[in-house]
Nanobody
Framework: QVQLVESGGGSVQAGGSLRLSCAAS???????MAWFRQAPGEEREGVAT???????NYADSVKGRFTITQDNAKNTVYLQMNSLKLEDTGDYYC?????????????????????WGQGTQVTVSS
């Protein structure tokens, strides 16, 4: 059983930065970890994934601006968000699934993940 707790959300001006944290109850090694977000009236979408502290993947909309990292000692996954845009506003969720993805990169579809945090809100204003 994996427990996930997100933190770090808040309000920020466009162009600013935030760092989200996802604390896991156990080791995240050999586990797909991902950040999703859901804007009002929109579907929940994958933002970034990481596997075994190395292999990362990003949605096109955040490439070059967001960075997902994984801390071995703390069993924590981070999402560093820079150059934030109004379109980044939404509820951000951490997700996990113990699997070894084909090719070494975790998938984006939400159905692949069985463990979820309760979310943290990010609001970007002009």
């Amino acid at each position: 059983q994996v427990q996930l707790v997100e933190s770090g959300g808040g309000s920020v001006q466009a162009g600013g930065s935030l760092r989200l944290s996802c604390a896991a109850s156990g080791s995240t090694y050999s586990t797909c970890m991902a950040w999703f977000r859901q804007a009002p009236g929109e579907e929940r979408e994958g933002v970034a994934t990481i596997h075994n502290y190395r292999n990362t993947n990003y949605a096109d909309s955040v490439k070059g601006r967001f960075t997902i990292t994984q801390d071995n000692a703390k069993n924590t996954v981070y999402l560093q968000m820079n150059s934030l845009k109004l379109e980044d506003t939404g509820d951000y969720y951490c997700a996990a699934e113990p699997l070894r993805p084909e090719g070494g990169y975790c998938p984006f579809p939400r159905d692949n993940y069985g463990y979820w945090g309760q979310g943290t809100q990010v609001t970007v204003s002009s």
